[in-house]
């Protein structure tokens, strides 16, 4: 089931806007040309809708805002929805300021997300409007996974958007269905924008699969997962974080439909 | 022949202006480092004519513009164009939207290169200024070998540039001259701005061997596609594109003059 | 004595507002979490002071500079000075352009820095407020190290900060004890912003150990170059600057205390 996700995507080759940070540009490039996928860059408010059009999917990630560059996301986005492109929000540290707050509502207001990926915290500003935020890397204080999940479906249910929680447990919901995935490595918190990079896997494979956003979502979840396991696995005693880095990408132009397949494990909530 | 330009680069160590996009600029200064020059890469308009004089040669990439990011492009070619400096540009995108296509006819225009590299698309579109253009990393859609060559050949007698297309084949021109060179892998267009790259480190050869700068573009795809070759050699089967990127820039760190001299093949077409 | 701030920095796993240029933002985040710490990357005017305000320790990075966002490290230091947050200076090129040198200057007169770490010639005018100023990643003209350390004393006195000076003797002061480390390895000239990345690393140490910032730098500056001579010793013949890099932060990942405090070798003068 989730081995399709991957085959249609090889296949499709999806051409994703992604529309990133600077920090993990490179990295989110490279894991869309991993996948099967590729990528245009371009964020300058003069272009981006040109460029959204001759894309198939965009990927909105809020990192290092500027005023003018969050301004070109709204822009890209509603260009997408006028297009029909599914578009993935990442809303990287949305409650850190007021700057992301007010282009988090604008966005949440004026665009349809195919999909919503952040971490407890992100998910939980998007639904309350609220919420502290320290760090962008990681959740330093975990809520709950109860009222995460709870986020999560009401998140979706208000959007219409597949909703992704990652952390130590990764959620993926449509506002009725609930997945529960364990994979991955705590390590992967050692490696910067590995959210970054999940959200733009997703960009692919929900752009290749427009008909199965849910499993398009799962089956990015459990990529990024099962590829951080086998990429630390991999690890010798020398390596570390910037190796692994490497190697999980290393891992996504590997993985086939079929360890994918055989890998996954989630569980089945609704 | 070629070897020597490896030699004169390592001996001059040319210190590069490059402005490129915030999505490769990593590898684009570690390939600079990697063949035996340097660079800085600075891009704001207040400073750009300044660090181009402290410069010995300049790199003009027109991934993820801004409208005064290219005001800085075509401030810093024409300083250099001043000073004497080499300017190479590589014109990402150029048809992807009306902010790009301005800006490539005002460099055109206004700035002399030294050396053009892009793929068939953006060649075509500086030749005719129009064609629609999909993706950046790669063509989709390739034309006939002997469009693109012919175009090349145009672009190189109106611009006096020595120019490049990267492709299945690439080819090198100076109008009169044309090089065919079928160095490299496929497995290159999984790599994230493995052309950025290379016009990196044909802006350090070019700089490096004033007097020879068709050799000097020849040198660089030669140099590209045998380090392509040479790190895909080494690919181990769990490795993936993200290792392949640092073994193409560690090839290049380690790949001496007697190895281009022997191991560069190409055809001669005049 | 030095493993201690090591072990203090995991312990405390400081939040590092890193404002950084786009080159080497990913790496400077990539060691931040090698070390232990993490990092935001935030560099907007608009956002930077509550982004400080929400981290431990900030790091103001002057590479690929515009003048908003010298503005706001300007800014982002005053908030920084105001909540008693050390603040690290990484004054990259900071004699190449009137824009840097005015906003050096803006730096150094409103701002109260914990750590000021650049190279001779960056450290040089700072004190003079002069000096010509070739390349960004390494100097090519090495002032005689009388002068050096002069320099960095004087900038110490003048400023109250602990002054690092890296180069072939890496130089430590607080204006009054001066150490001189020898660690490290040439072939760290090849690695694009390895300067950049010890001053990430030193913001973390200087932060999590703030009764200490001299010791703090010392041990930064020590990391950093055992970790460069074990990654050095790790090098196969294959291998070239882009391995290297990812060597050295997975070096910074794996360093225990104990290999610290039995490795780092440094004179005292005082």
Same mark, same amino acid.
């Given at each position: 089931?989730?081995?399709? &996700?991957? *085959?249609?995507?090889?296949?499709?080759?999806?051409?994703?806007?992604?529309? *990133? /940070?600077?920090?993990?540009?490179?990295?989110?490039?490279?894991?869309?040309?991993?996948?099967?996928?590729?990528?245009?860059?371009?964020?300058?408010?003069?272009?981006?809708?040109? &460029?959204?059009?001759?894309?198939?999917?965009?990927?909105?990630?809020? =990192? #290092?805002?500027?005023?003018?560059?969050?301004?070109?996301?709204?822009?890209?986005? !509603? +260009?997408?929805?006028?297009?029909?492109?599914?578009?993935?929000?990442?809303?990287? =540290?949305?409650?850190?300021?007021?700057?992301?707050?007010?282009? %988090?509502?604008?966005?949440?207001?004026?665009?349809?997300?195919?999909?919503?990926?952040? /971490?407890?915290?992100?998910?939980?500003?998007?639904?309350? =409007?609220?919420?502290?935020?320290? %760090?962008?890397?990681?959740?330093? +204080?975990?809520?709950? &996974?109860?009222?995460?999940?709870? /986020?999560?479906?009401?998140?979706?249910? !208000?959007?219409?958007?597949?909703?992704?929680?990652?952390?130590? #447990?990764? &959620?993926?919901?449509?506002?009725?269905?609930?997945?529960?995935?364990?994979? %991955?490595?705590?390590?992967? !918190?050692?490696?910067?924008?590995?959210?970054?990079?999940?959200?733009?896997?997703?960009?692919?494979?929900?752009?290749?699969?427009?008909?199965?956003?849910?499993?398009?979502?799962?089956?990015?979840?459990?990529?990024? =997962?099962?590829?951080? +396991?086998?990429?630390?696995?991999?690890?010798?005693?020398?390596? %570390? /974080?910037?190796?692994?880095?490497?190697?999980?990408?290393?891992?996504?132009?590997?993985?086939?439909?079929?360890?994918?397949?055989?890998?996954?494990?989630?569980?089945?909530?609704?």
């Amino acid at each position: 089931m989730l081995g399709e &996700i991957i *085959t249609q995507n090889r296949l499709r080759r999806p051409l994703i806007h992604c529309m *990133t /940070n600077h920090v993990t540009a490179n990295d989110c490039a490279n894991i869309l040309l991993a996948c099967g996928g590729s990528a245009i860059m371009a964020d300058d408010y003069d272009e981006v809708a040109e &460029i959204t059009a001759m894309c198939d999917g965009l990927v909105l990630n809020m =990192g #290092t805002p500027t005023p003018r560059k969050l301004d070109a996301l709204l822009l890209a986005g !509603k +260009e997408a929805n006028k297009l029909g492109h599914p578009v993935i929000l990442d809303p990287v =540290g949305v409650g850190s300021s007021e700057l992301r707050r007010r282009a %988090g509502q604008q966005l949440m207001e004026q665009v349809r997300f195919a999909a919503i990926r952040g /971490n407890a915290t992100e998910i939980a500003t998007l639904v309350q =409007g609220t919420a502290a935020h320290r %760090g962008v890397d990681a959740d330093i +204080e975990e809520a709950p &996974i109860a009222s995460v999940e709870e /986020n999560a479906k009401r998140l979706s249910q !208000k959007t219409g958007a597949v909703v992704i929680v990652t952390g130590d #447990t990764d &959620i993926v919901t449509d506002g009725r269905l609930l997945y529960r995935i364990h994979h %991955g490595h705590p390590m992967m !918190k050692s490696v910067t924008g590995s959210g970054c990079q999940l959200s733009a896997l997703m960009g692919a494979f929900v752009t290749a699969n427009p008909d199965a956003p849910l499993r398009a979502a799962l089956a990015a979840v459990c990529v990024m =997962g099962l590829c951080g +396991e086998i990429a630390h696995g991999r690890l010798g005693p020398l390596d %570390g /974080n910037a190796s692994y880095r490497n190697y999980i990408i290393d891992a996504v132009f590997n993985l086939t439909p079929a360890e994918l397949e055989r890998g996954a494990e989630y569980e089945i909530d609704q």
